[in-house]
Protein backbone atom coordinates (compact mmCIF):
# COMPACT_ATOMS: atom_id res chain seq x y z
CA UNK A 1 0.00 0.00 0.00
CA UNK A 2 1.03 3.80 -0.88
CA UNK A 3 0.53 6.97 1.22
CA UNK A 4 -1.10 9.36 -1.26
CA UNK A 5 -3.46 12.38 -0.54
CA UNK A 6 -6.84 11.90 -1.92
CA UNK A 7 -10.31 14.08 -1.98
CA UNK A 8 -12.62 12.73 0.16
CA UNK A 9 -16.22 13.43 -1.27
CA UNK A 10 -19.07 13.47 1.23
CA UNK A 11 -22.70 14.37 0.05
CA UNK A 12 -22.29 14.54 -3.59
CA UNK A 13 -21.61 18.65 -2.56
CA UNK A 14 -18.42 18.48 -0.58
CA UNK A 15 -14.70 17.93 -1.56
CA UNK A 16 -12.25 17.52 1.54
CA UNK A 17 -9.31 17.72 -0.19
CA UNK A 18 -5.44 16.14 1.08
CA UNK A 19 -6.75 13.63 3.25
CA UNK A 20 -3.48 11.33 4.26
CA UNK A 21 -5.00 7.50 2.99
CA UNK A 22 -3.39 4.20 1.83
CA UNK A 23 -4.11 3.05 -1.43
CA UNK A 24 -3.94 -0.58 -2.65
CA UNK A 25 -3.01 -0.75 -6.37
CA UNK A 26 -3.71 -4.35 -6.29
CA UNK A 27 -7.23 -4.43 -5.04
CA UNK A 28 -8.17 -1.00 -5.83
CA UNK A 29 -9.08 -0.18 -1.88
CA UNK A 30 -8.19 2.88 0.08
CA UNK A 31 -8.46 3.48 3.86
CA UNK A 32 -8.12 6.71 5.64
CA UNK A 33 -4.76 6.89 7.66
CA UNK A 34 -5.13 5.76 11.66
CA UNK A 35 -4.14 9.28 13.07
CA UNK A 36 -6.75 11.64 10.88
CA UNK A 37 -9.73 9.05 11.18
CA UNK A 38 -11.14 11.31 14.21
CA UNK A 39 -10.52 14.78 12.50
CA UNK A 40 -11.78 13.76 9.56
CA UNK A 41 -15.51 12.17 11.34
CA UNK A 42 -15.47 15.53 13.02
CA UNK A 43 -14.76 17.43 9.93
CA UNK A 44 -17.72 15.68 8.09
CA UNK A 45 -20.00 15.89 11.22
CA UNK A 46 -19.58 19.83 11.50
CA UNK A 47 -20.47 19.79 7.80
CA UNK A 48 -23.94 18.51 8.43
CA UNK A 49 -26.29 15.96 6.67
CA UNK A 50 -27.11 18.28 3.99
CA UNK A 51 -24.19 20.77 3.48
CA UNK A 52 -23.92 23.17 0.69
CA UNK A 53 -21.41 22.62 -2.10
CA UNK A 54 -17.69 23.24 -1.15
CA UNK A 55 -14.31 22.54 -1.13
CA UNK A 56 -12.55 21.87 2.11
CA UNK A 57 -9.08 21.75 3.16
CA UNK A 58 -8.41 19.10 5.17
CA UNK A 59 -4.71 20.28 6.62
CA UNK A 60 -6.68 23.23 7.77
CA UNK A 61 -8.16 20.51 10.14
CA UNK A 62 -5.59 18.20 10.88
CA UNK A 63 -1.86 19.43 11.47
CA UNK A 64 -0.53 15.52 10.75
CA UNK A 65 -2.31 16.01 7.16
CA UNK A 66 -0.78 19.58 6.63
CA UNK A 67 2.55 17.97 6.95
CA UNK A 68 1.87 15.37 4.68
CA UNK A 69 0.84 17.38 2.44
CA UNK A 70 4.04 19.88 2.44
CA UNK A 71 6.45 16.50 2.33
CA UNK A 72 4.43 15.21 -0.53
CA UNK A 73 4.57 18.12 -2.64
CA UNK A 74 8.40 18.58 -1.68
CA UNK A 75 9.42 15.71 -2.77
CA UNK A 76 6.96 13.76 -4.43
CA UNK A 77 9.29 10.50 -5.67
CA UNK A 78 11.06 10.01 -2.29
CA UNK A 79 11.54 6.61 -0.95
CA UNK A 80 9.58 4.95 1.50
CA UNK A 81 12.92 5.45 3.75
CA UNK A 82 13.23 9.17 2.98
CA UNK A 83 9.90 10.04 3.46
CA UNK A 84 9.91 8.36 7.32
CA UNK A 85 12.65 10.88 7.62
CA UNK A 86 11.29 13.46 6.32
CA UNK A 87 7.90 12.98 8.69
CA UNK A 88 10.27 12.36 11.56
CA UNK A 89 12.29 15.72 11.04
CA UNK A 90 8.97 17.81 9.94
CA UNK A 91 7.03 16.64 12.80
CA UNK A 92 9.78 17.68 15.24
CA UNK A 93 9.81 20.77 13.51
CA UNK A 94 6.38 21.68 14.09
CA UNK A 95 6.11 20.61 17.64
CA UNK A 96 8.57 22.99 18.19
CA UNK A 97 7.16 26.14 16.82
CA UNK A 98 4.02 25.13 18.08
CA UNK A 99 5.47 24.51 21.33
CA UNK A 100 6.48 28.34 20.63
CA UNK A 101 3.25 29.71 19.73
CA UNK A 102 2.03 28.01 22.66
CA UNK A 103 4.16 29.82 25.05
CA UNK A 104 3.13 32.94 23.29
CA UNK A 105 -0.64 32.27 23.42
CA UNK A 106 -0.08 31.26 27.17
CA UNK A 107 1.79 34.95 27.70
CA UNK A 108 -1.18 36.81 26.36
CA UNK A 109 -3.72 34.83 27.78
CA UNK A 110 -5.81 34.06 24.54
CA UNK A 111 -7.88 30.91 25.67
CA UNK A 112 -9.24 30.13 22.47
CA UNK A 113 -5.27 30.45 20.61
CA UNK A 114 -3.93 28.47 23.38
CA UNK A 115 -7.19 25.71 22.92
CA UNK A 116 -6.36 25.61 19.29
CA UNK A 117 -2.64 25.21 19.60
CA UNK A 118 -3.04 22.37 22.47
CA UNK A 119 -5.13 20.51 19.91
CA UNK A 120 -3.11 20.77 16.52
CA UNK A 121 0.08 19.62 19.26
CA UNK A 122 -2.50 16.77 20.12
CA UNK A 123 -2.73 15.75 16.76
CA UNK A 124 1.63 15.33 16.22
CA UNK A 125 2.40 14.16 19.76
CA UNK A 126 1.39 10.42 19.54
CA UNK A 127 2.27 10.21 15.79
CA UNK A 128 5.11 7.25 15.45
CA UNK A 129 5.74 6.37 12.31
CA UNK A 130 6.64 2.33 11.92
CA UNK A 131 3.33 1.97 14.08
CA UNK A 132 1.00 3.48 11.06
CA UNK A 133 3.15 2.20 8.27
CA UNK A 134 5.46 -0.71 9.13
CA UNK A 135 2.26 -3.26 7.24
CA UNK A 136 1.30 -0.92 4.65
CA UNK A 137 4.67 -1.15 2.78
Known amino acids: ?32 LQPVKPDLKECISKLGE ?10 EQNELADLFHEQLLARPNATDQEMQD ?13 LDILGYAQKSGDAEWIETTQ ?15 SNAV
Not at 1 to 17: D, P, S
Not at 88 to 98: D, G, M, T
Request: charged share 25%.
Open 1 to 32: MELELRTVVYAKKVEIRNVPVFACTDCISYEV
Open 119 to 133: RRLGQLSGFVWQAHF
Open 86 to 98: QMQHAVKERINLL
Open 50 to 59: EPNKQDVLFG
